[in-house]
């Protein structure tokens, strides 16, 4: 099953003309399984090569119920900046750096999960997931991923120039087990402000000075652990600190029923439904959800979800 589960990235013609037009950024993928699992940077885990083919969804503590965000030493976030290719404020680099030390940790029935910030290193692995996913979810051939990953790639060049406006986290998922390695689980993009709002948002349109959650995908052969849950969980805690806004959105497509549970689950509601009419453009119709956040990250049920959920 599909686990497409919120769409703002298009591939509307149209699209793929501006995203040739606005980049010329090297997008090879020729050499992406391997390069991304033998890092040249400081990385905190050990990453498995195993297949890490995933379902898209792109343009969104321990077991008893507590999520952590922990922060590191100064030096080592010195030593993986988050840089976005601009000049930033004195406000938006205290932002970025708190992006860079945010860390969100849950135990789960079948291992652990840790999930924090992208960095530009890990783009090119991100960007083979997303492409992969989302062939996937669209029934598209496999030979179309090449071309998909390079969209996608525009897309997230793009995007993190938006930092701290905006961000990509990444979900690294262990197995139970002394010799089990750490892998890349999941994704999911999380903007916190007009600033890092998407030029052209899907339908149902989105409040542009809300919180937006969307281009979550989890690996296909790491579904049904409960990985999504707390991708989406850790979206809703890191929006707490970087936004004051607690109204967040997201999308659902209407035929993704097991997302659109698992949204209901986490609080969000269906305020919007596109019009039958955009099925004459060759889209899924989608719901655009809401949620607003608690005062506290403590309020959230983050457990009684996780053995059930389909993500």
């Given at each position: ?40 940077y ?7 090569s ?39 404020t ?81 979900g ?91 949204y ?5 509601t ?9 099925l004459?453009?060759?889209?899924r ?27």
């Amino acid at each position: 099953m599909a686990t497409a589960i919120s769409l703002s990235f298009s591939l509307d013609p149209q699209s793929h003309h501006n995203y040739h037009h606005h980049f010329h950024h090297n997008t090879s993928f020729n050499s992406h399984k391997a390069s991304i699992f033998t890092p040249k940077y400081t990385f905190p885990f050990v990453i498995s090569s195993k297949s890490h083919t995933s379902n898209l969804i792109i343009p969104l503590s321990t077991s008893q119920s507590s999520s952590s965000s922990s922060s590191t030493s100064p030096s080592s976030v010195l030593q993986t900046p988050l840089q976005t290719g601009r000049f930033l404020t004195n406000q938006e680099l205290e932002k970025l750096e708190s992006l860079g030390k945010y860390r969100y940790f849950q135990e789960l029935e079948s291992g652990s999960l840790w999930v924090r910030v992208m960095r530009e290193e890990e783009m090119d692995v991100t960007v083979w997931l997303l492409a992969e996913s989302f062939a996937e979810s669209m029934l598209m051939p496999k030979g179309y991923v090449k071309f998909l990953a390079y969209l996608v790639k525009q897309y997230m060049i793009e995007r993190r120039a938006l930092m701290p406006h905006t961000a990509t986290l990444l979900g690294f998922y262990r197995e139970n087990g002394e010799d089990a390695d750490l892998q890349l689980a999941g994704t999911v993009e999380v903007c916190f402000d007009k600033r890092g709002a998407n030029a052209n948002p899907p339908t149902p349109t989105p409040p542009k000075n809300s919180p937006y959650i969307c281009n979550m995908t989890v690996d296909k052969l790491l579904r049904r652990r409960g990985i999504g849950w707390h991708l989406l969980k850790a979206s809703e805690e890191l929006i707490s600190q970087m936004s004051s806004s607690r109204e967040v959105y997201l999308h659902c497509r209407m035929i993704d029923t097991a997302p659109l549970n698992m949204y209901r689950k986490a609080g969000y509601t269906i305020v919007e439904t596109d019009n039958i009419f955009i099925l004459l453009t060759l889209q899924r119709r989608k719901h655009l959800m809401c949620k607003v956040l608690p005062d506290s990250e403590s309020l959230f049920e983050v457990d009684e979800y996780t053995s059930s959920v389909d993500t």
